[in-house]
């Protein structure tokens, strides 16, 4: 059973739109959030995450939202650059209780120049 | 500073044949796990330890094992490898008190026959 699903399997934007990634999550006892991106052939590196007891997250260009209510968080990219073009995957953990990271299946946005 | 290093890269294996990928990091870190990487499956937690001495098992654990003797080394084992173990594995690591941010290897790509 997933329990941190990504809907969109791919997604493309022209550059300096914004780009909006989404990611669900099922388990209520996941307390912080966070986003990583991964380039082909290398290891994820983190980008930006959010703990439950605030709604947004801001880092230069990449904002995260979290809904927890809906159990729901987005990655707004803005603007978009053809260099964000990558895999990103969501991520959940439960803090404190197992430590363990648990990931979403990931997105790939391609960044059209 | 060499962060977390896998190896092999690469490696074919014949079905029924064991191995071992060995991950290991310089940052004193006590948090250390195993994922796999699948297409539309995202990363999936295999194996992860807090600490020397202490492992536990993560989502899809079957056909491997891991031990930790040391809190710089974290050695995934095949024993006998099937098929459906061809994937990319990446070991990543953290500080234990960290809530999330993972440091990722580069990843080894495993082929089985």
């Known amino acids: 059973d997933q329990q941190v699903k990504q809907n969109s399997p791919s997604l493309s934007v022209q550059e300096g739109r914004i780009s909006i990634l989404n990611c669900d999550y099922t388990n209520s006892m996941f307390d912080y959030f966070l986003w990583y991106k991964k380039y082909p052939a290398e290891g994820p590196t983190f980008l930006i995450s959010?703990?439950?007891?605030?709604d947004k997250n801001e880092d230069g260009r990449f904002t995260v939202f979290l809904n927890k209510s809906a159990k729901h968080l987005s990655l707004h990219i803005v603007p978009s650059q053809p260099g964000d073009s990558a895999v990103y995957f969501c991520a959940a953990s439960d803090g404190g209780a197992t430590n363990k990271l648990i990931f979403g299946t990931g997105t790939l946005l391609a960044v059209q120049p | 500073n060499a962060g977390v290093t896998q190896t092999p890269k690469f490696q074919v294996l014949k079905t029924g044949q064991s191995m071992t990928l060995q991950c290991a990091q310089d940052m004193n870190h006590e948090y250390m796990s195993w994922y796999r990487q699948d297409p539309g499956m995202g990363l999936r937690l295999i194996h992860y330890?807090?600490?020397?001495?202490?492992?536990d098992q993560g989502e899809v654990p079957n056909g491997y094992n891991v031990s930790r003797s040391t809190t710089e080394d974290f050695p995934l084992r095949l024993l006998s490898a099937a098929p459906s173990q061809t994937s990319v594995y990446f070991c990543a690591s953290k500080p234990r008190r960290n809530t999330g941010e993972l440091f990722f290897g580069e990843g080894s790509r495993l082929t089985v026959l």
């Open positions: 959010i703990s439950s007891i605030k």
């Open positions: 330890s807090v600490g020397a001495g202490i492992t």
